[in-house]
């Protein structure tokens, strides 16, 4: 055994999983780290799945798991909602596959969402959050003819080059919290990409009107979560998300909110119907799918029809319009997965339900941490929330940097072991409440996350 392996709060959940730990060997033979995605990698090894229905996840080795995870947020309405299944069902029996011929389904989803979101006047589908931000980013260039961007330090927009800038980094190389440094997230990434990527920090207003009004001539957009969900849950400041939509109209650069995890999780309006904020563009994801490989991203018309290209001269469309493309963009088993849903969302008193189950989850976590004397800090807001290992709530990225890691993953194993996923092991991801969820279940996940707050005390 590893020292890994032997980590004491490891240990339950290492005896429970044989299956998955011989498994972990045979995926490595064959992928980076053993799984599909570094986001789903686990030291010293992850489990894998055989099953999932309602509110629950099932290993290899038989294990149950109550699921917060719920696939790092699409799940609103647990796995295998019915109604989404009967609709996924359906249509494949009608047309499952591919036919790069339009289709009505894809167009009904995008009704769907244009109608629950005001401020999106047109919009296109794609496949994934990092495509729906990295198209997004690109009309807006289009839109006004200059290359940089803005984004928050600690923000995620995608794993493109463009977005994967200031995500983490040392506080080092990241330079003053005031006026950060931009950081490429990784290797790989060319020098004169990160050159045209502008941070600032979040909830700073005087340093974020600084920066933007220093770089406004060259800056064509600003995309950023409305609630920071890639460093942990990281709610707005009061009043900083209406001083930048008032400073980035002054200035005329596009306003992106990357709703790809907020979307339609914060209610049926989303973030911005949450706050009262409209945005010139906005990308969605994850909810919007129902669990499948659907992203959209659309704003104002006169923003999206630079993907059109010019009917008098189509020769001239290489030069004269933001391309947009994609053999799989608006597949029709995605589209009806995503249509259900939405229409769920509308029709059933979903976030009635979801938000004071979330509500019991999340502050009971904070009463259990505080009991059992483990410094602790739970944020949320709506269904989405997240814990960390601090004695204070952050405001920023970088007050999330001397939360304990360990003392996080201890009480991960602990409480996984007991039959509860809170997330993954990585305390900067966040947590959910799905429409599956009875206060039976939130009950019984509060008993163990207390039972793991006093194991690793």
């Given at each position: 055994?590893?020292?890994?392996?032997?980590?004491?709060?490891?240990?339950?959940?290492?005896?429970?999983t044989?299956?998955?730990?011989?498994?972990?060997?045979?995926?490595?033979?064959v992928?980076?780290?053993?799984v599909?995605?570094?986001?789903?990698?686990?030291?010293?090894?992850?489990?894998?799945?055989?099953?999932?229905?309602?509110?629950?996840?099932?290993?290899?080795?038989?294990?149950?798991?109550?699921?917060?995870?719920?696939?790092?947020?699409?799940?609103?309405l647990?796995?295998?909602?019915?109604?989404?299944?009967?609709?996924?069902?359906?249509?494949?029996e009608?047309?499952?596959?591919?036919?790069?011929?339009?289709?009505?389904?894809?167009?009904?989803?995008?009704?769907?969402?244009?109608?629950?979101?005001?401020?999106?006047?047109?919009?296109?589908?794609?496949?994934?959050?990092?495509?729906a931000?990295?198209?997004?980013?690109?009309?807006?260039?289009?839109?006004?003819?200059?290359?940089?961007?803005?984004?928050?330090?600690?923000?995620?927009?995608?794993?493109?080059?463009?977005?994967?800038?200031?995500?983490?980094?040392?506080?080092?190389?990241?330079?003053?919290?005031?006026?950060?440094?931009?950081?490429?997230?990784?290797?790989?990434?060319?020098?004169?990409?990160?050159?045209?990527?502008?941070?600032?920090?979040?909830?700073?207003?005087?340093?974020?009107?600084?920066?933007?009004?220093?770089?406004?001539?060259?800056?064509?957009?600003?995309?950023?979560?409305?609630?920071?969900?890639?460093?942990?849950?990281?709610?707005?400041?009061?009043?900083?998300?209406?001083f930048?939509?008032?400073?980035?109209?002054?200035?005329?650069?596009?306003?992106?909110?990357?709703?790809?995890?907020?979307?339609?999780?914060?209610?049926?309006?989303?973030a911005?119907?949450?706050?009262?904020?409209?945005?010139?563009?906005?990308?969605?994801?994850?909810?919007?799918?129902?669990?499948?490989?659907?992203?959209?991203?659309?704003?104002?018309?006169?923003?999206?029809?630079?993907?059109?290209?010019?009917?008098?001269?189509?020769?001239?469309?290489?030069?004269?319009?933001?391309?947009?493309?994609?053999?799989?963009?608006?597949?029709?088993?995605?589209?009806?997965?995503?249509?259900?849903?939405?229409?769920?969302?509308?029709?059933?008193?979903?976030?009635?339900?979801?938000?004071?189950?979330?509500?019991?989850?999340?502050?009971?976590?904070?009463?259990a941490?505080?009991?059992?004397?483990?410094?602790?800090?739970?944020?949320?807001?709506?269904?989405?929330?997240?814990?960390?290992?601090?004695?204070?709530?952050p405001?920023?990225?970088?007050e999330?940097?001397?939360?304990?890691?360990?003392?996080?993953?201890?009480?991960?194993?602990?409480?996984?072991?007991?039959?509860?996923?809170?997330?993954?092991?990585?305390?900067?991801?966040?947590?959910?409440?799905?429409?599956?969820?009875?206060?039976?279940?939130?009950?019984?996940?509060?008993?163990?996350?207390?039972?793991?707050?006093?194991?690793?005390?």
């Amino acid at each position: 055994m590893s020292s890994e392996d032997d980590n004491r709060h490891f240990r339950r959940l290492y005896e429970q999983t044989p299956t998955s730990r011989s498994f972990h060997e045979r995926a490595r033979d064959v992928t980076p780290l053993g799984v599909e995605s570094n986001v789903r990698s686990v030291r010293p090894y992850p489990f894998y799945l055989g099953e999932a229905d309602g509110s629950y996840v099932y290993d290899v080795d038989g294990n149950e798991y109550l699921d917060f995870l719920m696939g790092l947020g699409p799940g609103i309405l647990g796995h295998n909602y019915p109604d989404v299944v009967d609709r996924v069902e359906s249509q494949i029996e009608a047309c499952g596959s591919v036919t790069a011929i339009p289709q009505t389904i894809a167009i009904e989803v995008m009704e769907q969402i244009e109608s629950m979101t005001p401020s999106v006047e047109k919009l296109r589908l794609a496949n994934s959050g990092t495509e729906a931000t990295m198209h997004a980013i690109r009309v807006a260039r289009s839109y006004t003819g200059n290359s940089k961007i803005a984004k928050p330090e600690g923000g995620y927009a995608g794993a493109h080059d463009y977005a994967l800038q200031s995500v983490s980094a040392s506080e080092e190389a990241l330079g003053p919290e005031d006026d950060p440094e931009t950081v490429p997230y990784g290797t790989g990434i060319p020098d004169a990409v990160t050159d045209t990527v502008v941070a600032f920090p979040f909830n700073d207003e005087e340093a974020t009107e600084r920066i933007l009004r220093e770089h406004a001539d060259d800056l064509a957009c600003v995309i950023l979560e409305p609630v920071m969900a890639s460093c942990g849950v990281l709610p707005p400041d009061e009043g900083y998300h209406e001083f930048l939509r008032e400073l980035t109209e002054e200035l005329d650069i596009v306003l992106i909110w990357d709703e790809v995890m907020t979307g339609f999780r914060l209610g049926p309006g989303s973030a911005q119907g949450r706050f009262g904020v409209t945005p010139d563009m906005t990308t969605f994801a994850k909810v919007a799918g129902g669990g499948y490989q659907l992203a959209a991203f659309g704003g104002r018309e006169d923003l999206m029809a630079e993907i059109e290209p010019p009917a008098e001269n189509p020769k001239d469309k290489w030069k004269t319009s933001a391309f947009h493309g994609g053999t799989y963009n608006g597949h029709p088993v995605s589209c009806a997965a995503g249509l259900a849903t939405l229409e769920v969302l509308e029709e059933e008193p979903v976030f009635e339900t979801i938000e004071p189950l979330a509500e019991r989850l999340f502050d009971g976590l904070q009463v259990a941490a505080d009991e059992a004397g483990v410094e602790a800090s739970v944020q949320y807001v709506g269904s989405m929330g997240t814990l960390f290992m601090l004695d204070e709530a952050p405001t920023t990225q970088r007050e999330t940097w001397q939360a304990d890691d360990d003392l996080f993953r201890d009480w991960w194993f602990e409480a996984a072991a007991s039959g509860v996923l809170f997330g993954n092991d990585d305390q900067y991801e966040r947590f959910f409440t799905s429409y599956t969820n009875t206060d039976e279940q939130i009950d019984f996940a509060l008993e163990v996350a207390e039972d793991a707050f006093r194991r690793v005390r």
